[in-house]
Structure formats: C-alpha cells, structure tokens
C-alpha cells in the first residue's frame, strides 16, 4: 500500500487534504459504477442474487468496491473519484411479464426504487460497510458521490400506502401542465416535492447521507422530473445540498444547453451534459462531419459557467459507445479508436469528465437490460482479467494523469480554430490559461488522413514559428509549425493530437478567423453582408436579437423591427466569405418563453456566407419542424381591458406554439392543424382562460378570470 501511494504522488494524483473538505470537483475524474455489478466482495449479503438472470441481483457489493481500491485499481487508472448507485432499501422485485427476460423478476439492483430512504440495502451490505467504503476511499485520495433520488420511490413502496397524500395521482398528473414533473416516471409512485413536509422528509434523508456517511457529493437523479420550486431552497446556504459543503451533479435527461442550464441558476454546481453526449454520439461514433460536437460547444455561454458541466460518452441509461459505433457499421479497431477519440475529447474539453465502468474494456451494451438477454445490456458484471492492460485502460491512464497536471485542460479558455462543414472531417481548439503553456487539439474525425496543406490551420501566433511541436499524451507527430506558426502537414484517420510549444505572441488571444474547414481551403477572406429577416409576429413587442454561436462564445446583434410590416424584425452583419454562422433568434421580454430563446428542443439555425447581400428569412421557433399553415389571431382581456405580456400558448408540455401579446392586447399565435386546446394567462396575476379551436380564425378573443 504504501508503494502505492508513493506511486501516485508522483504522479499528481493522490490529495494532499482532507477530501471530505472541499465540494469543488473543477479538478476531479470520476468513475462511475453499478456497485450491484461491479465486485462481490461478501458472498455471505447476495440474499438470492442470481447472476444469470439480468434483472435480479448479482451480487456485488460495498466490500468489492473496498478490494478494488486496496488494489488500487482505480488509482492505477487515474481516477480521483468514484460514483456509486444509490444505497436505499429497495422495494421487493416485480414480476417480468414481457420482453426476452419475462418470466423472471426484476429487483431494484439499480438502487432506484426507495422502499426506505435511510436504510442501507442488504444486499449490498451494511451501514459501516458503507462508511468504510467510504473511509478507505479517502484514505486512498478518492472522493466519493453516492446517487440519490428524490423524485419517486419503488414500485409498491410503503409509504405510498400510508401516505398517499404525498404523491401525485393520476387526476393531478392528467390535468396538469407540467407533466414532466407531475406524472409518474415509468409508473413509479411520484413524489409531491412541493409539499413542505414531503420538502422536509427528502431534505431530511439527503442530509442523513451526506453528514452520517461523509461522502464528498451527490449525484441527484431524474432532476427535471422534479419539482422545479424544490431546488432553489435545496441548493441554498444552509440546505440539505449547500454548494460550501456538498458538490452536487444533477442528472437532466436533455440536450438542450438552455434548458440544462436552468438547473445551474438553481444552484446545482453542476449537471451532466447530455447536449455534447449527444453530439459525440451521432457525431464520434460513426466519423465524418462534427459540427453538431462544436455546435454544442458554441452555446457555453447559456450557462453561468460551462466548465462547472460534468461530461460522458455514455451510461447506465443509454447504449455504450462501442454499440453506438457497431450500429453505424464501425466494429474492431476502428471502434476502439473512435472510443480513443470520444473519451480523449471530454479530457481536452471544458467540464469534469465521468467514465462508466467497463469502458476500460470497450465494452459493448445495446441498453437496459430489460430489454436484452444476458450478455448483451449496458449493466453487465465487470470483468477484471486483463483490465489494466487494455489500450483503453492505458489511454484512461494517460489522459488522467494529463488532466490531473495541465490546469489549462481543466480551466482554461476554450476558443475554436477550425470547425467541420461540408465533407471534411477536421475539428481544432485552443485551451489557454494565464501563465500556463497554450495548448492546441486537432482532430481527425474521417476514416483518411487530412492533407492539412489543402487548409493550413491558422494558430493566430498561439506558437511561436516553426517551434518543434509536442504531442502531450506521447503520439509520434505527422504535423509540425511552419513559418507563419500555423499547423501543416499530414493528420492520420481517427486521430487527436494535444500539441503544445513555445508560446507566440497570440498565446492567450482568441484566433482572428477559425477557418471553417470547406472541402476545399482557399476561399476569398473578403467579408460579405448578411441579410436576416424573421417573423417574430409571435413574441409580441419584442424586442428581438439575433444570437450568434459559431465564435466561441454567444454574439448578440439588435434587430430593429420594420415599420412597413410589424412583427418583422430585420438586421444586417458583415462576415469572412465561407463562414459558417450558427445562430437562434431571441426575445428580451421577460416573459417570454424558454428563457427568451427560440426553438426548443430544436438544433440551432446555420447558413454558410457564400454571396455578398445574401438574404436570411426564417419564422420564430420553427427551425427544422415546418412552419405552421394555420393561425389564430385575437385580443386577451381582462375586466374588458388589453393585457399586455399575456402567453397564450398550445396546452401541455412547452411547445413552439406560444405567444405573447402586445401592448394592445393582440396576439399571434401559429397553431398545427386539427382540434386544439390554448390556454391564456397572465403571469403576473395568474387570471387564466381555456378555449377549443380547430382550424385558422381571427378576432379570437380570451378574457381572463
């Protein structure tokens, strides 16, 4: 042991303070584990397990966990954290009545299905084992976050039973307008988080964990699900998740970047990034083009603080990687290099990378086991063979200790140098700290090497000219700095390169122009005027903005509305020939929808500026889904007066068919065909109206009570 942690000092990697002290995790890598899956440590707590069937108990348990950090394994790995699955008593299994595993019964081996939030499962082994865990895990420089849930309890739970009150029912959850929050998630009993003393009783069993086990953060499951008013005061000075004591990550199911980062105005210091999973889902797993990876990074700036994200190539919630590649046709070595890829870009980006268990393997996992036969699911039982000696395994190894020593990596400035468009596969980055070595990342996301003299990437003078470059993680170079400081020569298939040199005199500045990689290089740099034009008839008085993402960080431009048509908003902008511009249209009102931001859930707007005066026309929110043909056009009253800033919106979730009434009370609302239902309201008084309409009318008028 004591070689061991001699070893990891050396490397950086083993804390030199109390790890239970500090909330912050700007610096950690996390490993993510199935404790149910991962080691049996204690034959004499499976109670049952049965290994062959996929949805029961397998057997793994606190006491494994404790071997494998005695062994050091996930020290030898890099690691400086672990995340284990929620430690609830679960509720008794349910019977599988469809599917390839029906017949048989599924246990709540997950730790997602609460019968008593403040008992530990047998099964998994006994309070003081849990503490050991964690004891042992600090003693070994490993912070450990234990998974929690708030949202619902299992399936038959008791105090559903002895409590019904404290749940949603079917009534509250058919009626309501948030049903994301008011239904039961996969039937499960959902808890009334807005009730003070259902608030008290989750308050209560977060606190318990965090202050009898001394764990050093909370994974908090099925956030969106939740109410929306629980966590400000969940996050607040004082509370159960308090920022100065407790790190929290929240788990919300969306890649939208506007919508994750509402969880961070409630105070969460960080939630996982489902919107760049997702990019380097469709995007790495398959190779070609990766706009959509530098799409997602182009919207840091919704959040207060983008490297306070958490991100992951895949979970326990969706198919591993190696299954995503397979799907797209890639298998063997391929798809390990393209894991390489994956895996290597959240090291180089901005967040706290999180690696699920198995990856080291390249693991494969078609999904929930629910759904699959044994051997094919994403929560199989780990296997240790060989697992250190895997080139993923070493890879982890490399890039952790990377990580663990280049502040630039965890904290510097992120700025684009070249983004993929058209048939090119390149994509490149600068990440540049005060003080630090500037660092450059190239990627070659195509299945054939990239003649970078076709495009040479201008560093803007990051490096100084023709300074030998160094490729940080040992790679041997194809590439090198010419005259002009700008990066040449030849860039293999599937591969990233960490360059570093002597810095130049642009070490810490933004590039001038990221080039946009073309099929071809060698467009004019003439800049050429952009014509935008939409209609905004539905977002009242505005005012409206174009929003820019394409530059590294949000640009805003005024738009000034047209005197010949209202409701059309127009502005005009100067850029590179060849630029690819990635923007959205946005509200300033405060009451508008979606944090003023159009189109939810739909990707951002893009055009290329190839032509001088070229014109740009689009309609608020409707981005990919067609532009509805019907309209509703009318007045919201109250008391016979025009309210102003009144939604009138399609009834359910959050749509693109609101809108918000102008100063007269007027409104505009785009609606899809057929029978709707549209709800009025106003926000500031709550008074609301419901009507039915079917097909496109005028002079539609609310009044509300």
């Not at 684009?416 to 540049?432: N, Q």
């Not at 020569?489 to 570093?500: D, E, H, N, Q, V």
């Not at 990221?514 to 935008?532: E, H, Q, R, W």
Request: with cysteine; net charge negative; aromatic share 10%.
């Amino acid at each position: 042991m004591r070689q061991l942690k001699t070893w990891l000092l050396s490397l950086g990697l083993l804390s030199s303070f109390a790890l239970a002290q500090t909330p912050d995790f700007s610096n950690d890598r996390i490993y993510f584990l199935l404790t149910d899956r991962f080691a049996n440590g204690d034959p004499s707590n499976d109670l049952g397990a049965n290994p062959q069937q996929p949805l029961n108990w397998h057997g793994g348990d606190f006491k494994g966990i404790i071997q494998k950090i005695k062994e050091g394994y996930f020290q030898k790995l890099g690691f400086s954290a672990l995340w284990i699955t929620p430690v609830y008593l679960q509720t008794p299994p349910v019977p599988v009545t469809g599917g390839p595993n029906a017949g048989s019964e599924f246990a709540g081996y997950h730790g997602y299905w609460a019968e008593d939030y403040f008992k530990v499962d047998p099964h998994l082994g006994t309070l003081e084992d849990l503490k050991e865990l964690v004891k042992v895990a600090h003693d070994n420089g490993l912070k450990v976050v234990q998974d929690m849930v708030v949202n619902h309890m299992g399936y038959g739970a008791t105090l559903a039973k002895t409590n019904p009150g404290y749940f949603h029912t079917d009534a509250e959850c058919n009626s309501s307008t948030s049903k994301d929050q008011d239904c039961p998630l996969a039937g499960l009993p959902d808890l009334k988080q807005e009730l003070p003393e259902v608030q008290m009783l989750l308050n209560d069993a977060v606190s318990y964990w965090v202050k009898e086990v001394g764990i050093d953060g909370i994974r908090m499951d099925t956030m969106k699900h939740s109410s929306d008013a629980y966590w400000p005061q969940f996050f607040a000075a004082g509370g159960p998740a308090d920022p100065e004591k407790i790190w929290t990550v929240g788990e919300v199911f969306d890649g939208n970047p506007v919508f994750l980062s509402k969880f961070l105005n409630f105070g969460s210091p960080s939630v996982l990034d489902f919107g760049l999973y997702g990019a380097i889902k469709d995007s790495i797993s398959g190779g070609g083009d990766a706009t959509r990876v530098a799409e997602v990074l182009a919207q840091d700036s919704v959040y207060p603080d983008a490297r306070r994200l958490s991100t992951f190539i895949d979970n326990h919630d969706v198919k591993r990687f190696i299954s995503e590649a397979a799907e797209r046709g890639v298998t063997g070595q391929a798809a390990v290099e393209r894991l390489d890829l994956a895996l290597s870009l959240i090291y180089t980006l901005r967040g706290t990378p999180v690696v699920y268990y198995g990856t080291e393997l390249a693991a494969a996992g078609e999904g929930d086991p629910y759904n699959y036969p044994l051997g094919r699911s994403n929560r199989e039982d780990m296997k240790f063979e060989g697992a250190l000696d895997t080139p993923i395994s070493k890879r982890l190894m490399t890039l952790n200790q990377l990580r663990a020593s280049t502040p630039a990596l965890r904290n510097g400035r992120y700025a684009e140098v070249c983004r993929p468009y058209g048939d090119t596969s390149i994509f490149a980055f600068k990440r540049s700290q005060l003080g630090q070595p500037p660092l450059v990342v190239v990627m070659n996301n195509g299945d054939s090497p990239i003649d970078l003299g076709a495009l040479p990437l201008e560093l803007s003078k990051t490096f100084a000219a023709s300074a030998p470059l160094t490729e940080l993680t040992g790679k041997s170079l194809s590439v090198s700095l010419n005259g002009d400081g700008n990066l040449v020569g030849s860039l293999p298939a599937r591969t990233l390169y960490i360059l570093t040199a002597e810095r130049g005199a642009g070490a810490y500045s933004n590039p001038e122009n990221p080039c946009i990689a073309l099929a071809k290089a060698g467009g004019a740099s003439a800049l050429v005027k952009m014509n935008f034009t939409v209609d905004a008839r539905s977002q009242g008085n505005g005012p409206i903005e174009l929003r820019r993402f394409d530059t590294g960080s949000q640009v805003t431009y005024p738009m000034q509305q047209d005197p010949e048509k209202p409701g059309f908003w127009k502005t005009s902008i100067s850029v590179p020939k060849n630029t690819l511009l990635k923007f959205k249209y946005g509200n300033l009102n405060p009451k508008a929808q979606n944090s003023g931001y159009e189109g939810y859930g739909e990707p951002d707007r893009s055009v290329v500026a190839k032509e001088e005066n070229a014109d740009v026309q689009s309609v608020y929110n409707f981005i990919v889904s067609p532009v509805p043909t019907v309209v509703l056009t009318g007045k919201v009253l109250k008391d016979g007066q025009p309210v102003a800033n009144a939604l009138v919106a399609l009834e359910g979730e959050n749509t693109l068919f609101h809108a918000l009434t102008r100063e007269d009370g007027t409104y505009h609302l785009p609606l899809p065909a057929g029978k709707q239902k549209i709800r009025a309201r106003h926000a500031d008084s709550g008074a609301t109206d419901f009507m039915e309409v079917e097909g496109a009318q005028q002079n539609f008028d609310f009044n509300l009570k």
